[in-house]
């Protein structure tokens, strides 16, 4: 007699295109486990992830907008929550696998630095021009997460979430090393672009940082002017553009549809991203992170009290240099953790 996990993969047999990766056909996991009696291997991947530590401290994690105080904007959590949905909703149409997309999504920026970009900036530059956040993402799963014991993800998952972004690469790739091992890898990292095109644009204008009347007209006669419109043109467009290509499943999106989605993210990059004002946050940005990673690398008690407070491996568990471990500290700070103890550390005491 079947279990209910096993009740579940046979439905996802029946279910699933040729191109979808089942869950019983998991490459598996660094460390074996026992399968679970209720949830497939993808499905305990999802649950791992949104119980970890790295995923509450989304919750004050900057999107683009460094500690935001409107209740209306986005943070790194609400960003990875619409991925999610996004990934879902396309993986769903196209008959892939919802869970092993949405487990992804959830862990696809779990390496992001304090402060957004301009942190993740920050630390290339003290720490080492290497860094990156997807990569971080799959350190903090592999190795930081449960005191160094890490999460034990499968490779599928594993994979996805590390080859999730590649800055300001192409929205669809064609160098086989950048894209997912699964299809459902690479739907993710799709859905990222359309979420944030979305979203940060939305905030933006909310901010002030842009008016409604400097969105390129182009951009609004092909995507649509409003946030629901932009993302249901994005999603029908790849569902019914991709599909099998020479024995493998290409996503795709029409011409004009892509142009108009690059054309859009040029102009977020110009006007948003690199706009004055986020640029004189990152300055602040980088200033406080530059010198909170000095001090902890010099003061050795106060970094092993940090790393004990955040559940982090300690100093010598994983052979890591001192500015490895550093960087690891700095990296998994909130907005508001890392300015907390900028402020204890730096700033005067006032005798009561």
């Not at 192409?170 to 086989?176: A, K, M, Q």
């Not at 950048?178 to 901010?207: C, F, P």
């Not at 004009?256 to 110009?270: K, P, Q, S």
């Not at 550093?326 to 005491?349: E, G």
Request: glycine share 6%; net charge neutral.
């Amino acid at each position: 007699m079947l279990n209910i996990r096993e009740e579940f993969e046979e439905r996802e047999k029946g279910f699933l295109s040729p191109f979808g990766c089942a869950s019983a056909e998991t490459q598996g996991r660094a460390k074996p486990e026992k399968p679970s009696l209720i949830r497939t291997e993808f499905q305990r991947d999802r649950d791992r992830i949104m119980y970890c530590n790295a995923f509450r401290r989304l919750k004050y994690k900057t999107q683009v907008f460094l500690s935001p105080l409107g209740d209306q904007y986005r943070t790194r959590l609400t960003h990875t929550l619409e991925v999610a949905q996004i990934a879902r909703t396309i993986a769903r149409a196209m008959r892939l696998n919802e869970d092993l997309a949405e487990a992804i999504a959830l862990g696809h920026d779990l390496g992001h630095t304090p402060f957004g970009h301009s942190g993740e900036t920050a630390l290339k530059e003290i720490y080492s021009s290497t860094f990156s956040h997807n990569e971080q993402s799959l350190r903090i799963v592999e190795k930081l997460e449960k005191s160094g014991h890490g999460l034990n993800l499968t490779i599928e998952v594993k994979d996805g979430i590390l080859k999730h972004s590649k800055g300001f690469g192409t929205i669809l790739p064609d160098r086989p090393e950048e894209k997912a091992i699964t299809v459902e890898g690479q739907i993710v990292r799709v859905a990222d672009i359309m979420a944030y095109l979305n979203h940060d644009l939305d905030d933006a204008i909310r901010s002030g940082v842009i008016t409604a009347q400097q969105v390129p007209n182009a951009c609004e006669q092909v995507l649509g002017r409003s946030h629901s419109q932009r993302a249901t043109t994005m999603v029908r467009d790849l569902v019914f553009n991709s599909g099998p290509n020479d024995g493998a499943f290409k996503l795709q999106f029409s011409a004009e549809v892509l142009d108009a989605m690059t054309h859009l993210r040029t102009f977020m990059y110009e006007n948003v991203y690199r706009s004055a004002r986020v640029h004189n946050e990152f300055v602040k940005a980088k200033k406080i992170l530059s010198e909170l990673y000095n001090f902890f690398v010099e003061n050795d008690v106060h970094l092993r009290k940090e790393l004990a407070a955040m559940d982090l491996p300690p100093v010598d568990q994983n052979g890591d240099s001192r500015e490895r471990v550093v960087c690891d500290l700095i990296a998994s700070m909130t907005d508001r953790y890392a300015l907390d103890r900028y402020s204890k550390l730096f700033f005067p005491s006032p005798v009561v």
